[in-house]
């Protein structure tokens, strides 16, 4: 396990060097620059020039170099152009904090909900509760999240506006729209998909022969379930939650644009119309580094359910 651990750390600056390379192409050769919006203020031509010059926005390949050499030496990841007097390592700082609390609490949503009704739909196959997860599940992964976070959005509203005035706390109003309404959009896609793979995962091992094995010995249904099933069934939820949990715990930009939350994505999204290369860069690379760690530490969890798999 060490060993897979420091190969994949050594893995880690060519990942990023090629996901550095790639975003810095596609970022350079789109047109235009946060010196030239064309919408609010621009500083005077003499301000912008200078402030190509100071910025390497002139030359790609001065860019990269003081970008990188900034980057590696002091790990700064540049100013804001979009942010007046930000830096960039300050705005990753403050989004990330919101977006990874956002994200944990969609991610325990997502796996007590798609555990729960995976669970149920395998103790009850072809029951009417069965049939009403699977078409929950087909609805959670078939609905993008902006259309889930509007509809969730709407409902609320129109449940606080049939409420007698003063009768939502101001506190909960913004207890929901802030945290739970957007966790529970954020949550639903990866709860459909698991609660599909522990479905799936229970009923292919509780037809195999160590389980009618335990079930001779004595083991009820729900015993064996518990007690064995579950913990090999799980090793395809695994392979899901890796890139899953990376995603939602660096915020999905939709739904932080939907609910108007100041979370990376937002941040991203604004970067991204604005073209501000160093906090889309900065976004990417941070991303970038969250995916392979959860990678990692999906592959660990593996072997700490079957260690029969080697690493």
Request: aromatic share 8%.
């Given at each position: 396990m060490t060993h897979l651990i420091f190969w994949r750390m050594m893995q880690l600056p060519a990942i990023l060097g090629v996901i550095f390379l790639v975003t810095f192409l596609l970022v350079w050769v789109v047109p235009g620059n946060p010196l030239e919006a064309p919408e609010g203020q621009r500083p005077p031509p003499e301000i912008a020039a200078a402030m190509q010059r100071q910025y390497n926005l002139h030359s790609p390949t001065a860019f990269a170099q003081s970008y990188l050499s900034d980057l590696l030496l002091r790990g700064d990841f540049g100013p804001s152009l979009q942010y007046r007097d930000q830096r960039v390592n300050d705005i990753l700082a403050d989004g990330l904090a919101v977006s990874a609390s956002l994200g944990v609490l969609a991610m325990i949503i997502a796996i007590f909900l798609g555990s729960a009704a995976g669970i149920i739909g395998a103790l009850r196959p072809g029951s009417a509760l069965d049939f009403s997860s699977l078409a929950i599940a087909?609805?959670?992964?078939?609905?993008?999240?902006?259309?889930?976070?509007?509809?969730?959005?709407?409902?609320?509203?129109?449940?606080?506006?049939?409420?007698?005035?003063?009768?939502?706390?101001?506190?909960?109003d913004q207890l929901m729209t802030r945290w739970i309404l957007p966790a529970i959009t954020l949550g639903v896609a990866p709860a459909a998909y698991i609660a599909r793979l522990v479905r799936l995962g229970l009923a292919d091992v509780m037809s195999s022969d160590f389980i009618r094995t335990a079930r001779a010995k004595g083991l009820s249904q729900r015993q064996a379930l518990f007690k064995h099933a579950l913990k090999v069934a799980y090793l395809p939820v695994l392979s899901f939650?890796?890139?899953?949990?990376?995603?939602?715990?660096?915020?999905?930009?939709?739904?932080?644009?939907?609910?108007?939350?100041?979370?990376?994505?937002?941040?991203?999204?604004?970067?991204?119309?604005?073209?501000?290369?160093?906090?889309?860069?900065g976004v990417v690379l941070v991303y970038s580094v969250i995916l392979v760690v959860f990678n990692l530490m999906v592959d660990v969890a593996y072997v700490w359910l079957d260690p029969r798999i080697e690493l």
């Open positions: 087909l609805i959670g992964i078939s609905l993008p999240a902006f259309v889930t976070g509007s509809i969730l959005l709407v409902g609320f509203v129109a449940i606080v506006l049939a409420l007698p005035p003063g009768t939502i706390d101001p506190n909960l939650l890796g890139p899953a949990a990376a995603a939602v715990m660096t915020g999905s930009f939709v739904v932080e644009e939907v609910f108007n939350i100041p979370g990376i994505g937002e941040h991203f999204v604004n970067a991204v119309r604005n073209k501000d290369q160093f906090l889309i860069l």
